[in-house]
């Protein structure tokens, strides 16, 4: 979020720092914030941030702090497209790299009581942040937040472990990390799925084109692939089912602001 958002935000409620960490990452001038966000208008909405200050600020990850808020103030068409896709069928296990804040950790622990969370981050100052400030009792007890590279985890446990879900949120700096567009990190992703299960990749700030050409080289044996689209901000959705009556739902199911830009059923 721009600092004229933020601004915005200021008017109708109080923005409080609660925390000032400068990054441990060598040569770095960031600092990030722990912020809570009270929104008077708006009862039990108050909201916990991370943001990072370099020559502005932006909000990096943040959760609502009531725990009847499952669905989480950022990356809104991401849940909304995982609760279309699992509805009533439920959801028992995910995968989610790059954390952050655990927005969507939080949301999928939240929404779908008997789901057990695995989240890889890659930064230790972050896990450490998240453990202080965005876990609540529900993430404690079915949350299991790992430090690590989330591109060798995927390596070390493609055909070993399995989820339904498999979130790739995985940045460098502000951009998406490029190892995430290969073939070789799709098939891997391909291989933890469960059948039936769901591979979601954030694609904040790549280009329409780039994502357009990567959806279409796909190899994997996914039965649909599906470039979701809110405002100019893209999601690659990967189904790892062939069954039509499914595919339909989620389609259905889908709000009218989560635009299919690209659909490829196999």
Known sequence: MKKADIDKIRKYGRRTILETVRSEDEGSDVRYQIVQYTFPVFH????????????????????????????????????????????????????????????????????????????????????????????????????????????????????????????????VADMIHPDVYTQGYVSQVFDLLDEGGLAVINSFRVSIAQIRAFAQSIQAPFGAVYIIEQYRKYFIVLAKTAESAVLESFERRLPKYAEINYKAIR
């Open 44 to 171: 039990g909405s108050d909201a916990l941030a991370i943001e990072f200050d370099n020559n502005g600020s932006y909000i990096y990850s943040a959760v609502y702090k009531n725990p009847r808020r499952h669905f989480q103030p950022v990356y809104q068409v991401s849940q909304r497209l995982i609760d279309a896709y699992f509805g009533k069928r439920g959801l028992e296990s995910a995968l989610v790299l790059g954390c952050a804040g655990c927005t969507i950790p939080r949301f999928v622990v939240l929404h779908f009581s008997k789901c057990e969370v695995v989240g890889v981050e890659y930064s230790q100052q972050f896990v450490d942040i998240a453990n202080r400030f965005f876990f609540n009792e529900q993430m404690r007890s079915r949350f299991e937040l790992v430090c690590g590279d989330g591109f060798e985890y995927v390596r070390k446990n493609a055909g070993k472990r399995r989820f339904g879900l498999v979130y790739t949120d995985i940045y």
